[in-house]
């Protein structure tokens, strides 16, 4: 997994609540065996018209949001299914940071499996981040997960909360399974107590 | 001793070790594994030299990409063929026991758990799937996990976890006739919201939950995660384990009363206290139907598609706006007056046996509206197999249905059963997100008895009313 200590990039706005995996990538495009090769569908159905032509009110069509690496969205980001191709779309199409109110659990944590940072700030926050998001030019913030903050060159500056060893993980790009294997010894010593009725064979 | 909820007495139970600083490390008693979201985790076991650790405490099946049609033709689809032949390789070269498209036992991961006796009471049971949360119903701890996850669990048969809160959500009194466990779910969703549960476990308690079936409670706990919740739970008792009773993978005799014994300590004890109570009454809750494009936009058959005005908040109303837009509905429509084009019965949330028989007694004597395609498509082979041997299929079929092979099918429309654009759709699955049933296609979420009521109708109707022609048929009779 690749750290991610600081990071700088344009803002888009995405400004709908409860935006759901399905409508992150659409699940025609699930059927991939592989990790990569997913920003090519992210938001498709939005992207494209059904001929697959760019629609240009969405706002990843729209020049000024190139190359952006921080989306901007409202509450309840990532909600419904658990598939974890949703990070792996935004992740391809070029995101690192996710700001909004509020994540839904599984994609939350689906977001640092992949050195992605999801970063909550309260409404009123959102809200100011919108507006500077939607003026004419493009509008760059600084996320810096050292100091756990995201500022502007104009002034502003909100801090963050995050779990620390999630931090942690992400700062330095630890492998979690590996850190799970430390414990080999008390998982081994936990299986040998496993209520026999739990084994699976016919019976 | 400290009381506790049920909840904390499954997680305590399986915390392995809680490292200073670092989220618990939890063991993992069943792994369920389907075709969508292991390929890469399986890749990812490859590409690092590890082995799956407990083959034998990990089942797979293929069920989201099915065809549900004639399973002896080819599957035309070479992407979705490649995906389901990675899986079957995969199971072979990691020695997981697999339930393969030809297998008697294929179906919905979350139909077949349960059917088999793999789901039990106690157990902590994951997949790469949200609506793992309906293993609950039988008092395990069971949640969704995406695909990284999937991967730790192969390697590791643990999980790193957060602790969540708990919340109970107590439905008092008990639910009216033609009133199902799929309105109750639906009218707690509408109630508190698809973020209301976010960041909690939810344990259904109270009368109404006490009287429903296994397989209501499954439809209860499945929707969990459609108002944000990790995981649902319901504490066993007579009901779960007379359920468990047989299953083929359940344990049998001897060990099975002892089990039982061990199980019935699985409830909240006295005094222990959630970090949030919700309680609804039962008797007031009416037959529900959405209409926007998240499953907490519902309300009752009598009354009509609100007016997005009328929401509290600036991010409520546009959401309801935009709702209204996609799903192409006037404010103040009564619900009774929306017609509909499809209906799908089917889902892990409704068709298991039970959800069918309902349907067939709301459809037995009707033929479906001339306009209406209507389809049924059983959760697992061994429900289409009995279906069938109760003379339910018949009865679909004569009245119109299409009666189909088991498997995910139209709820999230991967394989060929797709809406078309602006087609609407009366169905018993989960989620109206758009687009989830095929691009710019309607979903309305309804029981399966309001379902088959509205293939007849051609519109939605209130089941409370229905003039039922069929002749009486035990509706939750356990086999
Ligand atoms: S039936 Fe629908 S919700 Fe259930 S597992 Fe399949 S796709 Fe997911």
């Known amino acids: ?203 | 001793m400290k009381p506790k909820t049920l909840f904390e007495k499954i997680w305590d139970r399986h915390v392995i070790d809680q490292p200073e600083g670092k989220p618990a490390i939890l063991y993992i008693d069943l792994h369920l594994v389907h075709e969508v979201t292991s390929p890469q985790a399986f890749e990812g076991l490859r590409l690092a030299g590890r082995k799956v650790r407990r083959p034998d405490l990990t089942i797979a099946t293929m069920d989201h990409n099915v065809p549900t049609t004639n399973r002896s033709l080819p599957i035309t689809d070479p992407i979705s063929k490649k995906q389901m032949e990675t899986l079957a390789k995969n199971c072979k070269d990691f020695g997981i026991r697999f339930f393969d498209l030809d297998s008697p036992q294929q179906g919905i991961v979350h139909v077949i758990g349960p059917e088999l006796g793999l789901t039990l009471p106690g157990k902590t049971i994951v997949c790469g799937d949200s609506h793992t949360s309906t293993h609950g119903a039988f008092g395990a701890l069971a949640f969704g996990i995406g695909t990284s996850e999937v991967e730790h669990v192969l390697a590791t048969q643990c999980l790193q976890q957060a602790k969540p809160k708990t919340m109970e959500v107590h439905f008092k009194g008990r639910l009216p006739k033609g009133v199902t466990a799929k309105d109750a779910i639906l009218a707690l969703i509408a109630k508190i919201g698809t973020a209301g549960a976010t960041g909690y476990v939810i344990e259904y308690t109270g009368e109404a939950i006490e009287h429903m079936s296994m397989e209501e409670r499954m439809t209860i706990c499945n929707m969990s995660i459609e108002a944000g919740a990790r995981a649902g739970m319901i504490a066993p008792d007579e009901t779960t384990f007379q359920y468990l009773k047989n299953r083929p993978f359940a344990p049998k005799g001897e060990e099975f009363e002892r089990a039982v014994r061990e199980w019935k300590e699985l409830r909240t004890d006295e005094g222990a206290t959630y970090d949030h109570r919700v309680e609804i009454d039962a008797s007031q809750i009416a037959p529900q139907v959405t209409w926007g494009t998240s499953p907490g936009m519902g309300t009752d058959i009598t009354k009509s598609v609100p007016d997005p005005a009328s929401f509290a908040t600036e991010t409520e109303r546009k959401s309801a706006e935009l709702a209204l837009e996609y799903m192409g509905l006037v404010p103040g429509t009564p619900m009774t007056e929306i017609k509909i084009d499809r209906v799908f019965i089917g889902s892990c949330t409704n068709s298991r046996i039970e959800d069918l028989r309902a349907a067939a007694k709301v459809v037995e004597g009707y033929q479906v509206a001339p306009h209406v395609k209507a389809m049924v498509v059983p959760g697992s082979q061994q429900v289409k197999k009995q279906a069938e041997q109760e003379g339910l299929a018949d009865i679909f079929i004569a009245a119109g249905f299409e009666w189909r092979e088991s498997g995910c099918s139209m709820c999230l429309a991967m394989n060929p059963d797709v809406l078309q654009p602006g087609e609407r759709c009366a169905s018993t699955s989960n989620r109206n997100f758009e687009g989830r049933q095929g691009r710019g296609g309607r979903t309305h979420l309804v029981s399966p008895e309001m379902a088959a009521a509205a293939a007849i109708k051609g519109h939605f109707t209130d089941i409370r009313e229905w003039k039922y022609l069929g002749k009486e048929r035990e509706t939750h009779a356990t086999t």
């Open chain 1, 1 to 203: 997994m690749q750290p991610l200590r600081q990071e700088t990039g344009i803002v888009t706005p995405l400004d709908r609540a409860n935006v759901d995996t399905d409508a992150i990538i659409p699940k025609q495009f699930l059927k991939r065996i592989e990790r990569s090769g997913f920003g090519q569908f992210l938001f498709y159905d939005w992207r494209f018209d059904s001929k697959g032509n760019p629609d240009p009110s969405f706002v990843l069509n729209q020049k000024k949001y190139e190359g952006s690496s921080i989306l901007l969205a409202r509450e309840n980001f990532g909600c419904g299914s658990s598939r974890e191709h949703a990070p792996w779309s935004l992740l391809d199409y070029g995101f690192r940071v996710i700001i909004a109110p509020s994540f839904a659990d599984i994609f939350y944590n689906n977001c640092f499996k992949n050195g992605m940072l999801p970063i909550r700030l309260t409404s009123e926050q959102v809200d100011q981040l919108f507006q500077k998001a939607y003026r004419d030019q493009p509008y760059q913030l600084t996320v810096d997960l050292v100091e756990k903050s995201v500022y502007d060159q104009e002034g502003l500056k909100f801090f963050f909360e995050i779990d620390e060893y999630r931090r942690t993980c992400l700062l330095e790009g630890l492998d979690d399974i590996a850190i799970t294997l430390q414990s080999e010894e008390k998982i081994a010593k936990y299986e040998e107590k496993l209520p026999d009725y739990y084994a699976i064979a016919a019976k």
